[in-house]
């Protein structure tokens, strides 16, 4: 619904630097939503003393002390009832990467409850002035914040597919998401725990296959990365065949092929991964009573933004990428809005993966992960916007828009104002800082910045008491500033002009209100 203009590049490059010109609006508006999150949260909890207040007393209160639109966030997100369904055959989650010490930006994203993500998405008008930040809320099957181990990942997704492949039933969990998040970490984490669970529990003998997909080819992981193909079988599924099977009856033996298994996956240094995964990598482990457990790292998806500087060949290994991801997002969208033909066979991505469209007791879990760093905020909204795609199920109502106007804080204000713009209270801060304080008792006339400016050369050495040289040093100092903060306010306006100039990135806010 935005009003677009220019290339993506450019769209993406403009509201990255909205959100860095205005980080500290935004950053504010992000702490006033966890503000009202704790009242309402304890407004609800008998053990507060908030919890004895009515909520019509709590939505006046947040409407005088932020907003009348902040109320919105209570009766939409957080008191909102989550639609959940029994046991989907085809469920999404969604993992948040926790930012590093080197993303110097701030947290775009919150889980509330244990079903929905919001995601904060700092907007600025095209006027270049008027700011907004829109709460945009999602359902998940289950959403798992940045503190979430791999132990607590693999008890609500892939300990549930297990439990159910020793009844006989089996299941595939796949990674979906950007590069960077963290889906070959999560991978290797389910491997490790599905290791521990299988001998644990009785499992006497299995069977693994691990191989990567690289467009139409296919390689053995744990056979030196022989190449495999592609067969369709008399059942009318598509198999690996030339894929090596290793028999594995313990724990440590089935650790060791995954570790081999990853150390022969395709990787390359690119613009967000220095380790990048280029391929789609498979894991089938083979239960004794014929159940399959699969486990599927799906290839990074990149910004456009990102491939500015890629070889030809570069991007003709993302566009196939790109290519499986959307055969895979048009498959399972089909397969949950119950269409009678489902576009597998459009990729052989989706003809491995047959088996989680067609077989009724086949458990299908799409884990997403995302980054919360605001410079990643476009592509991570792009990457749920895809995974709600899949399952329009959880789409619908439970997904809302919150929007509120940010205002200017009281350090852009400051920042704003040129020196004929300030008052006595600056001036004093300014005069006590020039000279260790020699000067300072000019300020106690009560001088503005308009005030002082106005005062001769001559008129200043009687109020510095005949400190010819003093006032010399001082009525400079002035001059001086009064151009070091007429550079920062014109530098300022500069960006903002720029920023305008190129109007892909604005919003008109009554278009805002629909995102």
Request: charged fraction near 25%; charge should be neutral.
């Amino acid at each position: 619904r935005r009003v677009h203009g220019g290339s993506n590049c450019a769209t993406q490059m403009s509201r990255a630097e909205a959100r860095r010109e205005y980080h500290t609006r935004f950053k504010r508006a992000i702490n006033d939503f966890h503000t009202i999150r704790g009242i309402v949260e304890s407004s609800v909890s008998s053990d507060s003393y908030l919890g004895i207040l009515p909520p019509e007393l709590i939505d006046h209160a947040v409407s005088v002390g932020y907003s009348p639109r902040h109320t919105q966030l209570i009766d939409e997100i957080f008191l909102a009832k989550s639609v959940q369904t029994k046991e989907p055959r085809f469920s999404v989650c969604a993992r948040k990467r926790p930012c590093t010490q080197s993303e110097e930006e701030y947290d775009c994203a919150a889980s509330v409850k244990q079903h929905k993500l919001v995601v904060h998405d700092g907007v600025m008008h095209r006027n270049g002035r008027t700011t907004y930040m829109i709460h945009k809320s999602f359902e998940f099957d289950r959403v798992f914040d940045e503190h979430a181990t791999n132990d607590e990942v693999f008890q609500h997704t892939a300990l549930q597919m297990l439990e159910r492949a020793k009844h006989g039933h089996s299941g595939t969990m796949l990674m979906f998401g950007q590069t960077g998040t963290g889906k070959t970490y999560t991978t290797f984490g389910m491997q490790q725990r599905l290791s521990q669970n299988l001998f644990s529990n009785g499992e006497a003998e299995v069977e693994v296959v691990c191989f990567e997909m690289m467009g139409t080819r296919c390689f053995d992981l744990l056979c030196d990365r022989k190449p495999v193909t592609l067969l369709q079988g008399s059942d009318g599924c598509v198999h690996a065949r030339g894929v090596m099977e290793h028999k594995v009856n313990s724990a440590e033996q089935l650790l060791s092929l995954f570790d081999e298994a990853n150390q022969h996956r395709a990787v390359r240094a690119m613009e967000r991964n220095h380790q990048s995964s280029r391929s789609h990598a498979i894991t089938q482990i083979t239960l004794a009573n014929g159940a399959r457990v699969t486990l599927v790292d799906l290839a990074g998806s990149e910004r456009r933004l990102d491939t500015l500087n890629y070889s030809g060949s570069d991007h003709y290994e993302s566009a196939d990428i790109n290519s499986a991801l959307m055969t895979l997002k048009q498959c399972f969208h089909a397969f949950s809005c119950g269409a009678a033909r489902i576009p597998f066979r459009a990729h052989p991505l989706t003809q491995l993966l047959r088996h989680c469209f067609e077989e009724q007791n086949h458990r299908t879990i799409l884990l997403t992960t995302f980054s919360a760093n605001s410079s990643d905020v476009d592509h991570s909204l792009n990457t749920i916007h895809h995974v709600m795609l899949m399952r329009p199920v959880l789409n619908g109502q439970t997904n809302v828009n919150v929007t509120v106007e940010c205002l200017k804080t009281e350090e852009e204000q400051l920042e704003d104002m040129r020196f004929a713009q300030w008052d006595p209270m600056r001036i004093r801060d300014f005069l006590r800082k020039f000279e260790s304080g020699q000067f300072e008792s000019i300020a106690s006339a009560g001088l503005d910045g308009k005030q002082l400016l106005r005062l001769s050369k001559s008129r200043l050495a009687l109020m510095c008491e005949g400190d010819e040289e003093g006032t010399s040093r001082l009525f400079d100092a002035i001059r001086e500033e009064v151009r070091r903060v007429d550079m920062l306010v014109e530098a300022k306006r500069e960006r903002i002009s720029r920023l305008i100039r190129n109007r892909s990135f604005g919003v008109d806010f009554n278009l805002a209100m629909d995102f």
